[in-house]
């Protein structure tokens, strides 16, 4: 069977969810007039994405630099989780602001075409981010938009060159070294902090946002009184001007009468 063209991908997955089936089956049949029935086939078969899949493709598309520091991010804490817990804790806070910028990306893109950025697709979304990222096949199509199926997030426990799994016994009996289970620990530790110190951010972000919001609700007040000001000052002037405009034609016409015959 013939694979799907990555550039057929690509443009495929820009066009938004309700224009996918049509887009899809235009461009299998032109596969199959250039005889690439079984790549024609298999784009045939390609399901259409839901909102979060075809959101998280947009990123790859439009967000290019944002994804790039969020992969980055990902990959400096899976090298320094149990290596350098104060260098993983860093990793940790890259990786959360760079995931909460395209979460806010991808709820943009949501809302420019028509798609509701509910909390369940948000975290779909941030789930199938995670999950690429730690997979070099799907960071390469992630970055060109064109994944094809939702992932999951991996687990705490994904380092560098592994695969998430369960944690393998030792043979023999042997417990983890005090050295190791002291990296584990400041690995917990510093992990546990980076959430405290983002949820703080978070606070402060929301009351900054809050006293913004507030601020901006009293300027558009204010300029709203000053608009409705300008409108009657506006119309008290139109008022006299039409008061002289009526006494001048009433004084002309009073002229034109007490004006001599044939002068």
Do not use: Y
């Amino acid at each position: 069977m013939g694979a799907i063209p990555p550039q057929v991908l690509e443009e495929l997955f820009t066009a938004p969810p309700s224009a996918f089936t049509k887009e899809r089956n235009a461009r299998a049949a032109a596969l199959k007039k250039a005889g690439r029935h079984g790549a024609a086939e298999a784009l045939r078969r390609l399901r259409r994405p839901n909102a979060s899949l075809w959101a998280t493709n947009q990123l790859g598309r439009l967000d290019a630099k944002r994804l790039a520091a969020f992969i980055d991010a990902v990959g400096d804490l899976r090298r320094t989780q149990l290596r350098d817990p104060r260098a993983a804790g860093e990793a940790l806070r890259r990786q959360r602001a760079a995931l909460d910028a395209l979460l806010e990306a991808a709820g943009k893109h949501l809302a420019d075409n028509g798609l509701n950025a509910t909390p369940e697709v948000l975290r779909r979304i941030s789930n199938t981010l995670q999950g690429a990222a730690v997979d070099r096949q799907r960071t390469d199509e992630l970055r060109h938009g064109r994944l094809t199926e939702e992932l999951s997030a991996p687990g705490f426990e994904v380092f560098e060159g592994a695969k998430p799994g369960p944690l393998r016994m030792v043979r023999g009996g042997k417990a983890e070294t005090p050295a190791h289970t002291a990296e584990r620990t400041q690995a917990r530790r510093a992990a546990q902090e980076a959430r405290q110190q983002r949820a703080e951010e978070d606070r402060q972000r929301r009351s900054r946002e809050a006293e913004e919001g507030e601020r901006a609700a009293r300027e558009q007040q204010a300029a709203a009184e000053r608009a409705q000001k300008e409108v009657e000052d506006l119309a008290g002037k139109l008022a006299e001007a039409r008061r002289r405009l009526s006494e001048t034609r009433r004084g002309a016409k009073a002229a034109r009468k007490t004006r001599p015959a044939g002068r």
